[in-house]
């Protein structure tokens, strides 16, 4: 015998069994996209870990001749109390504190760190501390240099090394007072529940502007640093290449010294360069895409605060004639160490 169904019974199956397909069609696409989800997720992580690798290893290779650097002007009682080589010490000091400190910087911003505005204001501050230090010290470097060629039987007088020495404080002491302006700028922030107050987006300068006064400040002081540093360097030049027109200078001592200012301008340049990074950024945000935005990102951030970082240490330890020797001996002494171990342990194999 044939089972009929009712019209009712026959509806209300209809209906589970469509109910029944649609959760499992549904179950399907949900379970989909979040495999695309944990795909892309593990994409950017990915691209991020080798991205940071990438900005990390070239980073950890400049400390180290930085450090090596450093180690050499503090070698030799020569070095501490010339007062060039006591400038150059301030100058990539104060550079390897930036490289580090940018690359913390970065590192955090890359894996979107959160942090509360007090951590976030110590970093940027510390950055901001030595940022000022670098042109600073490139003029007094230029003003030496225009000393020992324009006023070569006045400059043991003119630059000892107490004098240089008060230069450095004269320098350190005028970026201190910048990093006060900046955080009594921030005084704008409500203050009531700040050690809990989380920063909108990445660790960054740029974000510790908290209104126009901090931007006008920023934009100001920047302006001043380097408009003064450039002035002061090419008026050096100047000097140095009238001076080297005339019959009583010394031809060698003048061409030398030109070298070295076109140097610490194309320097100051350099540091420049790290000025225009977030508005360049700012505005490659508006016409590329998220991933290619970060790609672009992270080759900005090589060229601009990474190299040039380095490039002090290797010019001037390649080019000066008293550091070059004592550098290239404490950067090969690993590899000769290294090869004196491998020689004495295949003879003693043998």
Known sequence: KQHHMSPRTQQLLYCDVSNTAGNIFFSKMSHANDSI????????????????????????????INGIMLFTLRSKAVFCETARYILLYNLLFAETVQLVMSQVLFLLAAYSVIMTYPLC????????????????????????RYVAV?????????????????????IWTFSSLNVVIRV?????LPFDNLLN??????????????????HAYSKAFAGFVFTSAGVAIISSYIGVAAAARSASADK???????????????QLGLSLSSTVYYPLLIALSTVVVRVVFFRIQSLVYMFIFIVPRCLSSLIY??????????????????LRLSAVRVKSDVSSSA
């Not at 990915?46 to 290893?57: A, G, P, R």
């Not at 400059?155 to 008060?166: K, M």
């Not at 107050?197 to 901090?214: D, T």
């Open 37 to 64: 989800h944990d795909e892309a997720q593990d994409d950017r992580f990915l691209e991020i870990l080798m991205v940071s690798t990438l900005s990390t290893i070239p980073c950890c290779v400049f400390l180290y």
């Open 121 to 144: 204001g110590f970093l940027t501050q510390l950055a901001n501390l030595t940022t000022a230090i670098s042109p600073l010290t490139l003029v007094v470097m230029s003003v030496e």
């Open 150 to 170: 324009c006023y070569p039987l006045r400059h043991a007088d003119i630059v000892t090394v107490r004098n240089t020495g008060v230069s450095i404080i004269l």
């Open 184 to 188: 009594l700028l921030l005084l704008e």
């Open 197 to 214: 107050l989380q920063v909108k987006g990445f660790c960054s300068g740029l974000s510790m502007l908290v209104g126009p006064i901090s």
């Open 252 to 266: 060698a001592s003048a061409h030398k010294a030109r070298n070295t200012l076109l140097l610490h301008l194309v």
């Open 317 to 334: 330890g390649l080019r000066d004639q008293s550091i070059r020797p004592v550098l290239m001996f404490y950067l090969c002494c690993r």
